[in-house]
Each structure stands twice: as structure tokens, then as C-alpha cells.
């Protein structure tokens, strides 16, 4: 089994400011462990060049009046919130990232390899059709699954397992039934949506899962989730394809959230999702980097897991520095699982009605 992993240097080139979270080092750090573990060497990793994605592939996804305002307000920059600003040069930058995520997609479909990770920057799961937020302006997923079904591809299947819920993602899919769209995240926090309750809208209806999870959560209870909810769900909707929002912002050492994943837990659960796809469609699966801002502490190893389990490599290496080990412990919180255990049953009783799986 190959790996695919979409890079290209221009991707350290978008920053708001060297102070903002999301900032180059992010995936600097990252390049750094690879050439220290020697990944780009490895017989099961196939480095994948990025194209930016061609205008009538972001018209698919967002509205006309968006894509000129943000290709305007590229030239001087701009402003959509306060938390995202437009620098110069977005425009490019955007475009390159969401092409990466449709090179990601090509290479699975065209059996160039066996499954691919595209690592871009900035992120897209919080931009919606309309608008950017949440350091996103294009949304790199979403534009990859059009693209997917432009290829002939009909169902899909989105995990967005980011700290933070895939907002502009949901949206975008919330009255379509060729989508499953399914996320864990940190509740209550940041963008403040996607509670249970949210099912989707009329034909999308039961196709939009969201499993709100505590402050606190570890690896247990996103394994709990696996098992009991995406597992089931997936089989039932038989996707042709299975996409991650891989948002590596759940590790314990994360500044801006609160969740305690581990590098271990984050390949455990691609190693879940690439086992899924095996199963279900013929081992078709891409990821796409969302968020995660642990520069140092973080990104490198969740990075490195994910792409361990995606290439099928051996797992027992994968573990953050012993140092960190008290940190862990204090951002685990042990009652977690019992309120993700609830949620759980909670979520079970509402999508029964839409899932034979959960009668
Ligand atoms: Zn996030």
C-alpha cells in the first residue's frame, strides 16, 4: 500500500502574522520530522505535487460574489474576521491549497496510490459558500468531494474529526443526501455549532452527524465513537469514498483547545478509518489537514501517526516525547467518557429514525 503526500513549499508561504496560530511553523516542524524519520524515503510514500484548483472547481462550492471579493481583497489584503484577514497573495495560496486537496483525490482515483494525505495550509472546513471564518476562506474538503463527484464518484463519506466543528463543511452539504457528514468536536466551544440536533435538512436529512464531545476526551472514548457510531453509520450508507478533515487540534499539547488525543489515538483511528475503507469502498480514502497548533509539541508526531497508519507502517513507534507525560495527565479528564457515553445514546435514540443500525 502507497501513501500520496500532497506538499508543495508554497504552502509555508500564507501567514496573517507570524504570531497568529495558524503560521507557517506549522507545517515546517512537521517537514523537519519527516526528513528526520526519513519518510520521503520510504518505498510505501510517494510525494504528490499540488495544482491550484482551476476556478470552475471553487464555483462549485462557493458563490460567485465571494470568489471576487476574496480575489480582489488579495492584491492590497483584507479582512473577513477577526481572527481571519485577507494578506496579499490569498488568493494563490487558497487556490493551491484546495488543488493539493483535488490532487489528493486524484491520486486514489487513479490508483497513483493506494490512499493519500494532502498537508495544506490555510485550512477550509469553517468557510462556507459565501464567506471564510475561523482562519479558512476557501473550503479545500468540500471543493475535493465536488470534484469526486464530477469523477463519477456518487457517495461520500466526510469524517471531520478537527477539535473544532466543521461548520462551513456541514453547510455546504446540509440538504444533500450524497454526503454523510460526520463530526467529533469539543462542546461547547468554537464556532458554537453542531449539537446532536443538527440532522441535515429536507433530502439531506440524517445525512449531517455531529457527536459534541467534552473538554477532556481521550483516545477511549474517540475509539467508543468509532465503534458505535461512525462504524455502523458507514456501513449502512456504503460510502464510494471516505474523506478526513484530518484537524490534528484534539492532541493534548494543543494551545487553542482543550481535548486530550494522543499521536497514538489519532493513528489508531486512521488506522480505523483505513480498515473502514478496505471494508466499504475499495480502500478509497483521502485526508486533507485542517487544524492543529502545536507546532512543536503536536503537529509533527499526529502528522507522522496519521500518515504511519494510512501507509500501513508499523504503529508501536508512534508516542510522544516522555516529557510531555504529565501534561497528558492533565489534560485527560476521567469522567469525559461517561458524558461521551451519554451523548452516544442520546445521538443512538435520534438517528434512529433515519439509520436502521441504531433500531
Ligand atoms: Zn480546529
Redesign the pocket.
Known amino acids: 500500500m502507497t501513501t500520496g503526500i500532497v506538499y508543495h513549499r508554497a504552502y509555508l508561504l500564507h501567514e496573517q502574522s507570524p504570531t497568529h496560530p495558524e503560521r507557517r511553523e506549522r507545517l515546517a516542524y512537521t517537514l523537519d520530522q519527516f526528513e528526520e524519520e526519513g519518510i520521503w524515503d520510504l518505498p510505501e510514500i510517494i510525494r504528490l505535487d499540488p495544482y491550484p484548483a482551476p476556478e470552475d472547481a471553487v464555483r462549485e462550492v462557493h458563490i460567485p460574489e465571494y470568489i471576487s471579493f476574496l480575489r480582489e481583497s488579495s492584491r492590497r489584503g483584507g479582512f473577513i474576521d477577526f481572527d481571519t484577514s485577507i494578506p496579499p497573495g490569498l488568493w494563490d495560496a487558497a487556490l493551491l491549497a484546495a488543488g493539493g486537496a483535488m490532487r489528493a483525490a486524484d491520486a486514489v482515483m487513479d490508483r497513483e496510490a493506494g490512499n493519500a494525505f494532502a498537508l495544506v495550509r490555510p485550512?477550509g472546513?469553517h468557510a462556507r459558500m459565501g464567506t471564510g471564518a475561523?482562519f479558512c476562506y476557501l473550503n479545500n474538503m468540500a471543493i475535493m468531494v465536488r470534484h469526486l463527484q464530477r469523477r463519477g464518484v456518487r457517495r461520500v463519506m466526510i469524517l471531520d474529526w478537527?477539535?473544532?466543528h466543521g461548520d462551513g463543511t456541514q453547510s455546504i452539504f446540509y440538504g444533500d443526501p450524497t454526503v454523510l457528514f460526520c463530526s467529533i468536536h469539543q462542546s461547547p466551544f468554537y464556532p458554537g455549532s453542531g449539537m446532536i440536533e443538527e440532522t441535515g435538512t429536507g433530502p439531506g436529512t440524517g445525512y449531517t452527524v455531529n457527536m459534541p464531545v467534552p473538554a477532556g476526551t481521550g483516545d477511549d472514548s474517540y475509539a467508543f465513537l468509532f465503534r458505535e457510531i461512525i462504524t455502523p453509520l458507514a456501513r449502512e450508507f456504503s460510502p464510494d469514498f471516505i474523506a478526513v478533515s484530518a484537524?490534528q487540534?484534539n492532541h493534548f499539547t494543543d494551545p487553542?483547545?482543550g481535548l486530550a488525543l494522543t499521536a497514538r489515538g489519532y493513528a489508531d483511528l486512521m488506522a480505523a478509518t483505513k480498515r473502514l475503507t478496505g471494508e466499504l469502498c475499495g480502500g478509497r480514502l483521502a485526508a486533507v489537514l485542517?487544524?492543529?497548533y502545536s507546532v512543536e509539541g503536536g503537529l509533527p508526531y499526529t502528522n507522522l501517526g496519521v500518515i504511519a497508519a494510512m501507509a500501513g507502517l508499523d504503529l508501536t513507534g508512534i508516542r510522544e516525547p516522555l516529557a510531555l507525560r504529565e501534561q497528558l495527565l492533565q489534560a485527560e479528564d476521567p469522567l469525559a467518557m461517561n458524558r461521551v457515553e451519554e451523548m452516544a445514546r442520546s445521538l443512538k435514540r435520534r438517528l434512529a429514525q433515519y439509520w436502521k443500525a441504531f433500531r
Open positions: 485550512p472546513h475561523g478537527d477539535a473544532h484537524g487540534d487553542l483547545t485542517e487544524g492543529g
